[in-house]
């Protein structure tokens, strides 16, 4: 029998001392050595440490056994859903109440570990009742006990439930005190606590920055000589900028911004995680991304891309989102990431086996494709197109929908990509994601499709009509998620603009049961958007045909648009009142019969009233709508 065997046979050994030496050497043969771990597995020998955690009383027999679960799931996902999947978390909680103060150490350790892992169950804590133990452990004297209790902690709030939880207990005020450690591994094991509470959470980020003398705590460790303080100072600053914490625009320029720029340079554990904290800085902020371009943040990041020995999945996904953020507001940033030669390694990503990669890649090309100038000569000549089109069926759900969006962009307003892409299939993958479950797809899907179809040719209207249906595109205006009826009447819209034949393509497709939805977009509680879309839909069918107008005259959306000419919103006011003058144009026939069913109705004294309309643009159409009234006395 070999080595490893022996030590897994003397784990249940009736000999206190070769029972604590078998836990012993377990834990230093599994210790860094991954296909030893999993030798170890396979002879079984977790179930038994997890016995000696749950029965032992010897406390050096304890420590060992939790170290040597500790050590099975460090740095390995695998491992860690093994140790979960055995039971072994219950009674690393159990034993954080052991009157031995060196089997606390261990199980406080373990648990940092283990919580380090995707896989870790975040609610165990609260479900357990140990968020007040690990709490008053942050207040320990030891300092790795303190910073690994909060190690836990940290991983531990990443949804808002989560965050107001464990703020429930005080934590802060316990942080604080960490924070001012002079002790490094305390100081940075409160700033990833206060970081992680403070991502998207507005309410807590103003309360840890309300506490005294944290802000400027932070602002000293953003210069501390471990680089690992500077980018969790860096990052918690960052989160309490973005959450509106009273974090200046000249402390983020002076302080932040130089020191997240500087640490790109860096290597190691942290160069992992500051593309991602960058990216957070600069969203959508025109400032600071400007600022990144000038000190040629984006070549910084380029060259992880086009490195021949490559990076590791989680970096090159940090580095396309902090790409993407960028290149979201500026043209300056599409540009110099089209100079940086980079396009070809971003549109390989769009085939990269990490999910996480290839929905960065997408955002990436959504970002690029809000410049017409860029899809024109640089994301068209990629090849994004087609690969963007293949995510549409990807496995993860989040890949699926940032591809579908990034489409949303990139078919709107460019007529001949719009029709390769209808030759190479994009309509039917389009119609197959607006019966999707998800909300995102659906919206997304119908979005892409009213894309394609403003200002397109007859063909892309008939290949999008015949995949979609009009009993699909009714059912759509109905939906439950009133995003996609806004896009869905944005589609009827589009389908309606051009030549008499157009607008009685949908009269005949809709019938009935579109002027139906169409009335229901003006019930009370319609949202604004909806009823704008509703009413330029009436306005596109008011340019046509004496017959097709004379559909609108007679049913019950006249009134309907009436009362939108004194609605609130001027957008509203301005739509109701181009319905009016198409339905009053002089030229068309049956234009005198028009006007004196709207003038009898009472639309030319809501016109009259609305002379001094407080918006000018309103104003402006009120004075062409009386113009035409004034032709027919």
Same mark, same amino acid.
């Given at each position: 029998?070999?080595?490893?065997?022996?030590?897994?046979?003397?784990?249940?050994?009736?000999?206190?001392?070769?029972?604590?030496?078998?836990?012993?050497?377990?834990?230093?043969?599994?210790?860094?050595?991954?296909?030893?771990?999993?030798?170890?597995?396979?002879?079984?020998?977790?179930?038994?440490?997890?016995? #000696?955690?749950? *029965?032992?009383?010897? =406390?050096?027999?304890? $420590?060992? @056994?939790? /170290? +040597?679960?500790?050590?099975?799931? %460090?740095?390995?996902?695998?491992?860690?859903?093994?140790?979960?999947?055995?039971?072994?978390?219950?009674?690393?909680?159990?034993?954080?109440?052991?009157?031995?103060?060196?089997?606390?150490?261990?199980?406080?350790?373990?648990?940092?570990?283990?919580?380090?892992?995707?896989?870790?169950?975040?609610?165990?804590?609260?479900?357990?009742?140990?968020?007040?133990? #690990?709490?008053? *452990?942050?207040?320990? =004297?030891?300092?790795? $006990?303190? @910073?690994? /209790? +909060?190690?836990?902690?940290?991983? %531990?709030?990443?949804?808002?439930?989560?965050?107001?939880?464990?703020?429930?207990?005080?934590?802060?005020?316990?942080?604080?005190?960490?924070?001012?450690?002079?002790?490094?591994?305390?100081?940075?094991?409160?700033?990833?606590?206060?970081?992680?509470?403070?991502?998207?959470?507005?309410?807590?980020?103003?309360?840890?920055?309300?506490?005294?003398?944290?802000?400027?705590?932070?602002?000293?460790?953003?210069?501390?000589?471990? $680089?690992?303080?500077?980018?969790?100072?860096?990052?918690?600053?960052?989160?309490?900028?973005?959450?509106?914490?009273?974090?200046?625009?000249?402390?983020?320029?002076?302080?932040?911004?130089?020191?997240?720029?500087?640490?790109?340079?860096?290597?190691?554990?942290?160069?992992?995680?500051?593309?991602?904290?960058?990216?957070?800085?600069?969203?959508?902020?025109?400032?600071?991304?400007?600022?990144?371009?000038?000190?040629?943040?984006?070549?910084?990041?380029?060259?992880?891309?086009?490195?021949?020995?490559?990076?590791?999945?989680?970096?090159?996904?940090?580095?396309?989102?902090?790409?993407?953020?960028?290149?979201?507001?500026?043209?300056?940033?599409?540009?110099?990431?089209?100079?940086?030669?980079?396009?070809?390694?971003?549109?390989?990503?769009?085939?990269?086996?990490?999910?996480?990669?290839?929905?960065?890649?997408?955002?990436?090309?959504?970002?690029?494709?809000?410049?017409?100038?860029?899809?024109?000569?640089?994301?068209?000549?990629?090849?994004?197109?087609?690969?963007?089109?293949?995510?549409?069926?990807?496995?993860?759900?989040?890949?699926?929908?940032?591809?579908?969006?990034?489409?949303?962009?990139?078919?709107?307003?460019?007529?001949?990509?719009?029709?390769?892409?209808?030759?190479?299939?994009?309509?039917?993958?389009?119609?197959?994601?607006?019966?999707?479950?998800?909300?995102?797809?659906?919206?997304h899907s119908i979005w892409a499709l009213k894309n394609l179809l403003y200002q397109s040719t007859l063909l892309v209207r008939d290949r999008v009509m015949s995949e979609?249906?009009?009993?699909?595109?009714?059912?759509?205006?109905?939906?439950?998620?009133?995003?996609?009826?806004?896009?869905?009447?944005?589609?009827?819209?589009?389908?309606?603009?051009?030549?008499?034949?157009?607008?009685?393509?949908?009269?005949?497709?809709?019938?009935?049961?579109?002027?139906?939805?169409?009335?229901?977009?003006?019930?009370?509680?319609?949202?604004?958007?909806?009823?704008?879309?509703?009413?330029?839909?009436?306005?596109?069918?008011?340019?046509?045909?004496?017959?097709?107008?004379?559909?609108?005259?007679?049913?019950?959306?006249?009134?309907?648009?009436?009362?939108?000419?004194?609605?609130?919103?001027?957008?509203?006011?301005?739509?109701?009142?181009?319905?009016?003058?198409?339905?009053?144009?002089?030229?068309?026939?049956?234009?005198?019969?028009?006007?004196?069913?709207?003038?009898?109705?009472?639309?030319?004294?809501?016109?009259?009233?609305?002379?001094?309309?407080?918006?000018?643009?309103?104003?402006?159409?009120?004075?062409?709508?009386?113009?035409?009234?004034?032709?027919?006395?």
């Amino acid at each position: 029998m070999g080595h490893l065997e022996d030590c897994v046979g003397l784990l249940s050994s009736t000999d206190d001392d070769l029972r604590c030496k078998a836990a012993r050497d377990v834990k230093n043969s599994a210790i860094g050595n991954r296909p030893t771990k999993h030798r170890l597995l396979q002879l079984g020998a977790l179930p038994l440490l997890v016995a #000696l955690v749950r *029965l032992d009383e010897r =406390a050096d027999i304890v $420590v060992n @056994a939790v /170290a +040597a679960i500790g050590s099975f799931a %460090c740095r390995d996902e695998e491992g860690a859903e093994v140790v979960l999947g055995h039971g072994a978390l219950w009674p690393l909680l159990n034993v954080l109440k052991h009157h031995d103060e060196k089997v606390v150490r261990a199980a406080v350790q373990a648990m940092k570990i283990v919580f380090q892992a995707a896989c870790a169950p975040r609610d165990a804590l609260v479900q357990s009742g140990t968020v007040p133990r #690990l709490i008053a *452990l942050m207040r320990s =004297a030891h300092d790795d $006990v303190a @910073a690994a /209790a +909060a190690g836990v902690l940290a991983r %531990c709030c990443a949804t808002l439930e989560q965050q107001t939880q464990l703020a429930s207990y005080d934590v802060v005020e316990v942080l604080q005190g960490l924070l001012m450690s002079p002790t490094p591994r305390n100081s940075e094991a409160a700033l990833d606590v206060l970081a992680a509470l403070s991502f998207h959470n507005s309410s807590l980020a103003k309360q840890i920055a309300s506490c005294v003398d944290v802000l400027p705590r932070m602002m000293t460790l953003v210069q501390a000589k471990r $680089v690992r303080s500077q980018l969790l100072a860096v990052e918690c600053l960052t989160n309490l900028y973005r959450e509106g914490a009273p974090v200046t625009k000249d402390d983020v320029m002076t302080h932040v911004f130089p020191a997240i720029v500087k640490l790109l340079e860096e290597t190691g554990e942290i160069q992992e995680n500051v593309p991602l904290v960058l990216a957070r800085l600069v969203a959508g902020d025109e400032d600071l991304q400007k600022a990144a371009c000038d000190v040629n943040c984006i070549a910084k990041l380029s060259t992880f891309l086009i490195a021949p020995q490559g990076v590791a999945p989680k970096l090159k996904e940090n580095v396309l989102l902090c790409l993407a953020a960028l290149a979201s507001r500026r043209e300056e940033g599409r540009m110099k990431i089209v100079e940086g030669k980079v396009l070809g390694e971003i549109s390989e990503a769009l085939g990269d086996t990490s999910p996480g990669v290839r929905a960065a890649a997408c955002l990436v090309a959504r970002s690029l494709s809000r410049s017409v100038k860029t899809i024109r000569t640089s994301l068209v000549d990629s090849g994004f197109a087609p690969g963007l089109m293949g995510l549409l069926r990807d496995k993860d759900i989040q890949v699926r929908e940032e591809a579908c969006a990034t489409l949303c962009n990139i078919v709107l307003d460019f007529c001949p990509l719009k029709e390769a892409l209808v030759e190479c299939g994009i309509v039917r993958e389009l119609v197959s994601l607006v019966h999707a479950v998800e909300d995102p797809l659906r919206l997304h899907s119908i979005w892409a499709l009213k894309n394609l179809l403003y200002q397109s040719t007859l063909l892309v209207r008939d290949r999008v009509m015949s995949e979609l249906t009009w009993s699909d595109l009714l059912c759509l205006l109905e939906d439950v998620n009133t995003d996609v009826r806004e896009q869905a009447l944005a589609v009827v819209r589009n389908l309606a603009v051009g030549k008499f034949t157009d607008i009685e393509r949908v009269l005949r497709g809709g019938g009935d049961h579109l002027f139906r939805v169409l009335e229901g977009m003006f019930q009370h509680g319609t949202p604004d958007r909806c009823m704008i879309q509703a009413l330029y839909v009436v306005c596109n069918i008011a340019t046509g045909s004496e017959l097709q107008k004379r559909r609108i005259i007679g049913s019950d959306l006249l009134p309907c648009v009436l009362k939108a000419t004194a609605h609130h919103n001027p957008a509203i006011r301005v739509a109701a009142v181009w319905c009016v003058i198409n339905l009053a144009w002089e030229r068309d026939v049956g234009a005198t019969e028009r006007v004196e069913r709207m003038r009898a109705m009472g639309f030319e004294n809501a016109l009259v009233n609305m002379r001094g309309d407080p918006d000018l643009d309103v104003r402006d159409r009120v004075r062409t709508a009386l113009e035409l009234f004034s032709k027919f006395v």
